[in-house]
Nanobody, 118 residues
Framework: QVQLVESGGGLVQAGGSLRLSCAASGIIFSAYAMGWYRQAPGKQRELVAR???????NYADSVKGRFTISRDNAKNTVYLQMNSLKPEDTAVYYC????????????WGQGTQVTVSS
């Protein structure tokens, strides 16, 4: 059974920092690209950051220079370090795991709430 369990969300003031973690089980972690998505109320889910199995990263323009995604294959965990947080970063953040195998659907975590107060 595949599980992606996020942690680290919470309430923080603007300008503050949070570190999200996503622990994966039931998959060969090193074979998956891992991503963080977010969904604010009334908005579509959007990609925040992604790291490939080879370690390449990409970011949404809105978070470049403030957020950093990293992975630890030994711990089957992906992280999202979020600095200089803004109220518009408020959303539920979801962990995602996907493989290049088109016959395997992506996996999602249950989400963790991040709230940034002004």
């Amino acid at each position: 059974q595949v599980q992606l369990v996020e942690s680290g969300g919470g309430l923080v003031q603007a300008g503050g920092s949070l570190r999200l973690s996503c622990a994966a089980s039931g998959i060969i972690f090193s074979a998956y690209a891992m991503g963080w998505y977010r969904q604010a109320p009334g908005k579509q889910r959007e990609l925040v950051a992604r790291v490939t199995k080879g370690g390449s990263t990409n970011y949404a323009d809105s978070v470049k220079g403030r957020f950093t995604i990293s992975r630890d294959n030994a711990k089957n965990t992906v992280y999202l370090q979020m600095n200089s947080l803004k109220p518009e970063d408020t959303a539920v953040y979801y962990c995602n795991a996907e493989t290049s195998n088109i016959f395997v659907a992506p996996y999602w975590g249950q989400g963790t709430q991040v709230t940034v107060s002004s």
